[in-house]
């Protein structure tokens, strides 16, 4: 090792130890995992003294609260060898609660190969978790008393309409009355959505393998493949295609994208779900085409923003392709879309595939 890179690594050392974030590194060759070395930020945050830590395994943080998802996932991750992030409830040397966002990965002796230690950044993030608990529990609150008074509405509608005669100029008033008040759940119900995504933690909930032809099996009993006005083709998929997802969320993003392609497209237009290889090995594309109105390039630069909509004129609330965007990218995919006005829109899930996989 040159003197430059001496002085580098002894510099890097000296960072570590000065940063507000706590790192403790564990010994992964000794009975019980314990550790070894903990910095000074580390003591901050827990309260612990370094003596008071060498030697025992990081679980003691955890104190009985040893079966959180992100805990388990860091286990796992440990077992497997890999570097992982989750953000889990610790505990103080007074017993108080503190949530952690904690970054683990392995360390390799650089002639063998062999995992020798792991190592952990913390990062107190308990102001945050309580500011994204307190908006959920106004969001909730919001939309539970958005909700009753709508219900009302609705109801009163929808009696006022079966009293009034069919050819009465008031039913088209209080049709689109009725059209509002829906319009306002749905929007409630996204943001509610939305909100749900937002203060999750954990980076990617519940993915796990999912077989593409089942949740393509699923859509038709979700939306009928004819429902009357368009024919929904889903092109044949090999049942051996397994993609990393969260099942129920990726039917969510399904059905949301179905949905638009039959509120955009005319009536007696063909709507295709069609799969194929990713650019990359270990990705696979699905994308839904349909023959609507497509979109202009700038109307597909701002697709992806809150309440954005291309056409005012379609029923819908502005959030649907956002949560389908968050979905995704919660799910380790993305989505993209490519579209020419008066001729139709393609939207394209990217999604990794369990193993390689050919057509």
Same mark, same amino acid.
């Not at 493949?225 to 099942?247: F, M, N, S, T």
């Given at each position: 090792m040159t003197g430059i890179e001496t002085q580098l690594h002894a510099i890097v050392a000296q960072a570590l130890e000065q940063t507000v974030n706590g790192l403790v590194i564990a010994d992964m060759r000794a009975d019980g995992q314990p550790i070894v070395h903990v910095n000074a930020g580390f003591e901050r945050i827990t309260g612990y003294r370094a003596g008071e830590v060498i030697g025992r395994n990081c679980r003691f943080l955890q104190g009985f609260d040893n079966q959180q998802p &992100?805990?388990? @996932?860091? !286990? #796992?991750?440990?077992? !497997? &060898? =890999?570097?992982?992030?989750?953000?889990?409830?610790?505990? @103080?040397?007074?017993?108080? $609660?503190?949530?952690?966002?904690? =970054?683990?990965?392995?360390?390799?002796?650089?002639?063998?190969?062999e995992l020798t230690h792991y190592f952990a950044l913390q990062t107190d993030v308990t102001a945050e978790q309580e500011a994204l608990a307190l908006r959920e529990r106004f969001l909730n609150n919001a939309a539970h008393e958005l909700r009753s008074p709508l219900g009302t509405i609705r109801g009163f509608v929808e009696l006022m309409q079966m009293r009034c005669p069919r050819d009465d100029p008031n039913q088209d008033l209080l049709a689109t009355v009725h059209r509002q008040a829906d319009r306002v759940v749905d929007l409630v119900d996204d943001m509610l959505v939305l909100a749900e995504l937002e203060t999750t933690t954990e980076p990617s909930p519940g993915v796990q393998p999912v077989q593409l032809t089942a949740v393509l099996g699923r859509l038709h009993d979700? $939306?009928?493949?004819?429902?009357?006005?368009? !024919?929904?083709?889903? =092109?044949? %998929? @090999?049942?051996?295609?397994?993609?990393?997802?969260?099942?129920? !969320?990726? #039917?969510? %993003?399904?059905?949301? $994208? $179905?949905?638009?392609?039959?509120?955009?497209s005319p009536e007696g237009g063909e709507i295709r779900w069609s799969v194929r290889p990713g650019r990359e090995n270990g990705w696979v594309c699905l994308s839904v085409s349909d023959p609507g109105v497509g979109m202009t390039a700038d109307e597909q630069s701002r697709l992806f923003t809150r309440f954005f909509r291309a056409r005012t004129d379609i029923p819908g609330t502005g959030l649907g392709l956002v949560i389908v965007r968050e979905l995704m990218e919660r799910m380790g995919g993305h989505i993209t879309v490519s579209s020419q006005p008066g001729v139709g829109t393609t939207f394209t899930l990217h999604l990794r595939t369990v193993s390689p996989w050919t057509f």
């Open positions: &992100g805990v388990v @996932r860091m !286990r #796992e991750a440990v077992a !497997r &060898g =890999e570097p992982c992030t989750a953000v889990v409830r610790n505990y @103080r040397k007074d017993g108080s $609660l503190f949530w952690n966002r904690v =970054e683990i990965g392995p360390v390799h002796d650089a002639a063998s190969g979700l $939306l009928p493949p004819d429902d009357g006005l368009h !024919r929904v083709v889903i =092109e044949p %998929v @090999r049942p051996d295609l397994w993609v990393q997802a969260h099942a129920q !969320r990726l #039917e969510q %993003v399904l059905v949301n $994208l $179905l949905s638009n392609a039959m509120k955009y």
